[in-house]
C-alpha cells in the first residue's frame, strides 16, 4: 500500500460554487488586493472556528 507523504500547500479540494457568487468573491478580492483562494480558505477557517466554539458552549451531559 502507498501511504500519502505530507500535506503541502499545493493540496486542494474542488466545490462547486455558484457563478454569481464566485464572481462577487472575485470582486471582493480585485478591490482588497488579496487572492480569492486566500479569502475563501479565511471564511471556511472562520466559519469552522465559530462552529466549535458553538459546541464548545453546549452543556455536556
Do not use: N, Q, W
Not at 24 to 46: H, L, M, N, Q, T
Amino acid at each position: 500500500m502507498s501511504e500519502k507523504s505530507e500535506t503541502t500547500l499545493d493540496d486542494c479540494i474542488c466545490t462547486d460554487i455558484p457563478k454569481a457568487l464566485y464572481d462577487r468573491v472575485e470582486d471582493y478580492c480585485k478591490a482588497s488586493g488579496i487572492a480569492p483562494r486566500e479569502f475563501i480558505f479565511d471564511a471556511i477557517s472562520e466559519k469552522l472556528f465559530s462552529i466549535h466554539r458553538e459546541r464548545r458552549r453546549k452543556p455536556r451531559l
